[in-house]
């Protein structure tokens, strides 16, 4: 595989070279040990080598077919010696060689040094310096050419080679011929590869070749997908273009088998091409390596790496690498990726299905067409495989060379039985994650692949599993995936998960943790076969499957059964490590009778349960978080012991319409909602205790409730309030939502305020039925609209009552909802009708009624004084000031302490004895009711053409 690149394009170039190396020496100096050594070597390897004095046809132009050797040669093995810059030929061949490196990027140097120092090479210093001397002498008129070759020298005595001192040489033979082996080893298995260039594009185009920075780049992804592959050719197509590289192979293995001091000697031996690397311990060769490699421009790549540790001592601080050096990670973890601080992630794809064929008949039939007959079972496999590289060629090596038959079965056992390579490579994953983590993870593969992130999240967290961390730990290690808000894990790593779980007790199902499958539910729970082992169950039988269960698994955490069908839990089920119970649409009556242990139970949820009667008793239940009941239309009663639940933030019983028995006070300081909505049957609401402070919202609407507790004053923190359609409470909607104020003394005041309103018009609503039919009623009296100008708060209390009826003032409050009743008083008084409100108010008895009664109390009838005569024209029905007194808008003078019967006739007249007045307060009000009657009031006790009269006899 050759790489072609330039500014504009980018291909990966599979093809047939014709040498795997060209050796490029100087005879005099080598040609009788050392390179008779290495040819035989190399060709011993099955290594195709070219040497001009054996390959090179006779009676060639030299130069030409040199070159054709050169550029059809994946490697070049240069060996300096003490008279190779003498030659012009090599001097030639190595610049042919430099041009092919720089131009193909598929070629190689390997440089060698024998008997010579790089430093003489790379500054043409002693017998180089004497060689190039001579030759400025020979070509003088062609001093570019000279040029060419001393770059040559410099380019190449930069790369890393071998240093071989004489009388050394066959030391150095074998490793030499095991580098190039094994690179040529890597490629050519490379080149059988589907789909790999667009992957190698997507990493190069982060390498970013060219640029002086040191930049890392980590490549991600689970088990299988193919990394290692990646970046193993990635490496093999760029190495050429640094000074010196190593790839450490899988990581994670070799630092546990062999320990990083190996890896640390590996990565050194193969950047300074040196055998005989020693330190102590992993400390010395971090400092070992941080000294020999920072001036060195280096690519390394570091494969499957799992623990941070690693990178600390393999690669540490980017600044140890010289200018223009490359790192790549690959590894199952992203989170090491984060913490190394690696910007550029790549993450590959699975193979698309058209890849995935190709890839699987290449492997399985050697050609990328699939023959007849096998065409429909290899599509098979490929679905089952899901764009999983490993997966597809581990499949196409098991069922090369098999018949019909034989295939058939492996499919027919693909969906209970992953193979065991597979299983293997996925579960080195699974191995590394601690045990909290292990735990999501088998739930995530038994029951929760493709569900919703929010509802996982929180059957997690009932689960005491701390899921937000847990969840993200399963992600960056590439074993889950969050896409639109929902979880996906690859079916393999699924079917791996759920394979681990049922390897827990391969014969009995109800040892394991954890059940799926619709026939072990069934034979367990029909069976009673439950036992402790058993965590969690997810249950969807056929609707006509009923089970007769006498016995539930005592170690269930998590249950959700919808529609159960039975009239209550089986009655020896002992839930001590239940968390969370959801049972909607039930057909239970009685969820437990009597007292049960639910040490752990932190949810109850059984909505539209409509055969539900009675709540449990919770008094065991100490950890409680949320009940709820909605739509339980046949509950009739809630428990007392929920009222003491000191950790239940949310109480449901919306819309249970036969619900009428409610605990008689509240006693949850942390309850937060308390939902009686649609309760048409619950005629009085709880007391609240002072530490309730922390509910914030309280809904009570569509209830028969006829009043508010005095004790809504401790609800602190409350927000909203709902009390619509209480008809028993108001007789219009009434729907309340404060805003929290952070100042709580302020928000008491304005509950406090609040309550006590609410419940002096509760009080007073049955009565101001009666009283308004009684005001419609009298029509015999002229009605004529009265303005008040400063009404006092009761007024304004009954005026909000009688304006509630007014449309305008229900489509204000409806319009622009008052915040505080204060407001509420005030939008009121724009729609008040004084009159209207004064009726309602006054009794229901007629004043004339109650001054006869109270005549005849004393045996005989009271005659007005003298001094009220100026009054004549007052209405003959007796209207006097005694009646204006009922009307309740004019202040009152206040009674007399002493008995009138005994007071001086001189100082007070009878008028005064019989109604015990001081004279001097009366004659105040007597003014008050003349300033009335001068400004146009209290018409309708003034006879028709004498009001006229009275009004201009006292102007002025």
Not at 98 to 110: D, L, S, Y
Not at 524 to 550: C, F, R, W, Y
Not at 817 to 838: C, S
Request: glycine share 4%.
């Amino acid at each position: 595989m050759a790489l072609i690149n330039d500014e504009s394009t980018f291909t990966l170039r599979t093809g047939r070279w014709i040498f795997d190396v060209f050796l490029n020496f100087r005879g005099e100096d080598t040609r009788h040990r050392f390179l008779r050594l290495l040819y035989d070597a190399l060709v011993e390897k099955n290594i195709s080598t070219f040497k001009d004095d054996k390959v090179l046809e006779r009676g060639k132009p030299i130069p030409s077919e040199l070159f054709k050797a050169i550029e059809g040669s994946r490697f070049s093995v240069v060996i300096f010696s003490k008279n190779y810059a003498t030659s012009g030929w090599c001097l030639d061949e190595l610049t042919k060689i430099v041009e092919c490196r720089q131009k193909m990027k598929g070629h190689t140097i390997f440089p060698v040094f024998f008997d010579v120092e790089p430093t003489e090479v790379r500054k043409q210093e002693g017998s180089f310096g004497e060689a190039f001397t001579k030759h400025e002498e020979v070509f003088k008129e062609n001093l570019e050419k000279v040029k060419k070759w001393r770059d040559a020298l410099k380019e190449v005595a930069n790369i890393s080679g071998w240093v071989i001192p004489k009388g050394q040489e066959s030391e150095y033979i074998e490793p030499i011929v095991e580098k190039i082996f094994k690179r040529l080893s890597s490629i050519k298995l490379n080149e059988g590869l589907v789909g790999i260039e667009s992957r190698v594009w997507e990493v190069y185009s982060e390498l970013k070749i060219g640029l002086t920075d040191v930049r890392v780049i980590g490549i991600c992804g689970t088990g299988g997908i193919g990394k290692t592959t990646i970046a193993r050719v990635v490496y093999d197509s760029f190495s050429n273009q640094f000074e010196a590289s190593s790839f450490l192979h899988d990581v994670r293995e070799t630092s546990k088998r062999q320990g990083l001091v190996y890896l640390q000697k590996k990565l050194l031996s193969d950047i300074l091409m040196e055998r005989n690397i020693n330190f102590v311990d992993v400390d010395d060769g971090r400092q070992f390596i941080k000294r020999r490699l920072c001036n060195k421009k280096v690519l390394l790549v570091l494969d499957d790496v799992n623990e941070l540790d690693q990178l600390k001592k393999l690669v540490g601080d980017h600044s140890r690498y010289g200018p223009g050096s490359r790192i790549i990670i690959t590894t199952r973890d992203k989170h090491l990726l984060r913490i190394l601080e690696v910007r550029e992630i790549y993450s590959p794809e699975e193979m698309s299905n058209d890849e995935a064929l190709r890839l699987f008949s290449l492997t399985c039939f050697g050609s990328e067409h699939t023959p007849e007959g096998y065409k429909e079972m290899s599509n098979h496999v490929v679905s089952y495989a899901l764009g999983l590289p490993l997966a597809i060629k581990l499949l196409a090596s098991h069922l090369a060379r098999r018949s019909i038959p034989e295939w058939k079965s492996c499919l027919d056992g693909l969906e209970n039985n992953i193979p065991t390579e597979l299983f293997q490579v996925l579960q080195i994953s699974y191995d590394g994650l601690h045990k909290t983590e292990k735990e999501i993870f088998l739930h995530m593969a038994c029951f929760f692949n493709g569900e919703d992130r929010d509802r996982t999240v929180h059957i997690l967290d009932s689960l005491e599993l701390y899921p937000d961390l847990g969840l993200s730990v399963l992600i960056d290690k590439s074993l889950l995936n969050l896409n639109e808000n929902a979880f996906w894990m690859h079916p393999l790593v699924q079917q791996m998960g759920r394979e681990m779980v049922c390897r827990e007790c391969p014969e009995w199902p109800s040892r394991r943790s954890r059940l799926w499958l619709p026939e072990d539910i069934d034979a367990v729970l029909t069976d009673n076969m439950g036992t402790k082992h058993i965590k969690s169950i997810v249950l969807d039988l056929p609707a006509q499957k009923k089970h007769e269960l006498t016995h539930f698994p005592n170690g269930l955490r998590y249950v959700e059964w919808s529609g159960y069908s039975l009239k209550s839990l089986p009655p020896n089920f002992e839930p001590r490590m239940l968390v969370e119970l959801r049972m909607c649409h039930s057909n239970i009556e009685v969820l437990w009778k009597g007292v049960k242990y639910f040490d752990r139970l932190k949810f109850i949820k059984l909505s539209d349960s409509q055969n539900l009667i009675r709540t449990p008793n919770f008094a065991r239940a100490p950890l409680l978080k949320s009940v709820d009941f909605e739509g339980c239309t046949n509950l009739v009663e809630v428990h007392s012991s929920v009222a003491v639940l000191e950790r239940l933030t949310l109480l449901n019983l919306k819309d249970c319409t036969s619900l009428k028995s409610l605990p008689r006070k509240l006693e949850m300081k942390s309850l937060e909602i308390l939902i009686l909505s649609g309760c048409s049957k619950v005629k009085k609401i709880p007391e609240f205790t002072e530490d309730m402070e922390r509910l914030r919202e309280l809904h009570l609407n569509g209830t028969a409730i006829k009043y508010l507790p005095s004790s809504i004053e401790h609800l602190t923190g409350l927000t909203l309030l709902n009390i619509s359609h209480c008809k028993n409470l108001f007789p219009s909607t009434f729907y309340i939502q404060m805003e929290p104020n952070p100042d709580s003394a302020a928000l008491a005041q304005q509950v406090q305020a609040l309550a006590a309103t609410i419940e002096e018009l509760t009080k007073q609503n049955q009565e101001m039925k009666l009283r308004l039919q009684q005001v419609q009623q009298a029509q015999q009296v002229q009605r004529e609209t009265l303005e008040v100008d400063e009404a006092d708060d009761k007024v304004q209390l009954m005026t909000f009552k009688v304006g509630l009826r007014s449309r305008d003032l229900v489509a204000s409050l409806a319009k622009n909802p008052p915040k505080t009743m204060a407001e509420m008083l005030l939008k009121a008084q724009k729609y008040m009708n004084a009159e209207d409100t004064l009726a309602a108010i006054k009794d229901a008895e007629k004043p004339g009624d109650k001054a006869k009664k109270e005549d005849d109390r004393r045996g005989q009838k009271r005659e007005r004084p003298d001094r009220w005569n100026n009054y004549g024209n007052r209405r003959k029905d007796d209207k006097s000031p005694r009646t204006i007194k009922d009307e309740h808008y004019l202040k009152w003078p206040r009674p007399l302490h002493s008995s009138p019967n005994v007071r001086d006739k001189n100082k007070y007249c009878r008028f005064h004895k019989d109604h015990g007045h001081n004279t001097e307060d009366w004659r105040d009000l007597k003014k008050q009711i003349e300033e009335l009657i001068h400004k146009g009031k209290l018409q309708k006790y003034v006879k028709k053409g004498e009001y006229t009269k009275f009004r201009d006899d006292n102007k002025g």
